[in-house]
């Protein structure tokens, strides 16, 4: 797979990727709280394929409407494509089952850990590089999300390990994007990666016997975890990531432990410990840093 030209970044959006930013965090924090909502109403290999599968067929609704499928572009991609999209599959369907093992705050903040992998990856694989003031909020942010994840009575159960395995290849198939996908045209590189993922989560579904029609609140909550999980979210994360480098985009992101934190208080009326506070502190603070320099 050899990299493509990256695309020309508009400057409007580059200007507005505070905004941008900010609507990726609040959305990105729900990920695990639409799988527990699911998992009364459907197994996880089926609450999963159907939600990718509500994703897949917004964008291509939306694809189609501006008549711009093109199929040549997976022809040319389809390696890329077949693994991004495995990747994903597996992530997506060991997250679903993971919620029955561990709460969705715990996974959500445990899930953090991706800053650790994806750094790993940015720096040895894709060579890229922090300043010194970077290196600074880089650390900071990974004492925080150290402190807010790894909290006592967590880490040793088989639904923090099942998170601990899907973040890996979460954070793998981020760089495998960041590497080749850059310069796919956007709109249809967001499309071949749902329908390639939930194309894989069928499969597993149909592979395990799980197959199942969905009763009517599953329907609406995957088409509410469709919209807003897979179409919203996803769209915002990879918007974001080709407008800077994975190691700056990873240590951003770090911030979505905070947010956690924010939805868990206003859902659920769980105050946050001082651990989780003093963590969320210095996640703010790593990543104000970066930002800063960066700019």
């Known amino acids: 797979m050899t990299p493509p030209a990256t695309e020309a970044r508009p400057a409007g959006l580059a200007a507005n990727m505070p905004l941008l930013f900010m609507a990726l965090l609040i959305v990105d924090s729900l990920h695990f709280v639409f799988a527990r909502a699911l998992l009364p109403h459907l197994p996880p290999e089926m609450s999963s394929f159907l939600v990718l599968a509500v994703g897949a067929a917004q964008v291509g609704v939306f694809q189609a409407a501006r008549g711009d499928v093109r199929p040549a572009i997976f022809r040319r991609h389809w390696r890329f494509f077949i693994v991004v999209g495995l990747l994903v599959a597996a992530s997506t369907v060991i997250n679903y089952a993971a919620v029955a093992f561990i709460d969705p705050g715990a996974a959500s903040l445990l899930s953090k850990t991706s800053v650790l992998f994806a750094l790993g990856l940015s720096l040895f694989w894709l060579r890229e590089r922090l300043r010194r003031g970077e290196v600074l909020g880089a650390l900071l942010a990974l004492i925080g999300v150290f402190i807010v994840s790894f909290q006592p009575g967590e880490y040793?159960?088989?639904?923090?390990?099942?998170?601990?395995?899907?973040?890996?290849?979460?954070?793998?198939?981020t760089a495998v994007v960041k590497r080749h996908g850059e310069g796919i045209d956007f709109g249809n590189f967001f499309l071949f990666r749902i329908a390639t993922t939930a194309f894989f989560l069928f499969a597993f579904a149909a592979a395990r016997g799980q197959l199942v029609w969905p009763s009517g609140m599953g329907w609406l909550l995957a088409f509410v975890a469709g919209s807003v999980d897979v179409v919203i979210s996803r769209a915002l994360y990879y918007l974001s990531l080709r407008r800077m480098p994975m190691s700056i985009h990873t240590i951003i992101l770090t911030l979505s432990p905070v947010v956690t934190i924010l939805w868990a208080l206003l859902l659920f009326g769980v105050a946050p410990s001082t651990l989780s506070l003093v963590g969320?502190?210095?996640?703010?603070?790593?990543?104000?840093l970066v930002t800063v320099r960066k700019r």
């Open 156 to 173: 040793l159960r088989l639904g923090s390990l099942l998170v601990l395995l899907s973040t890996f290849l979460y954070a793998l198939h």
């Open 280 to 288: 969320g502190a210095l996640v703010v603070l790593g990543v104000a």
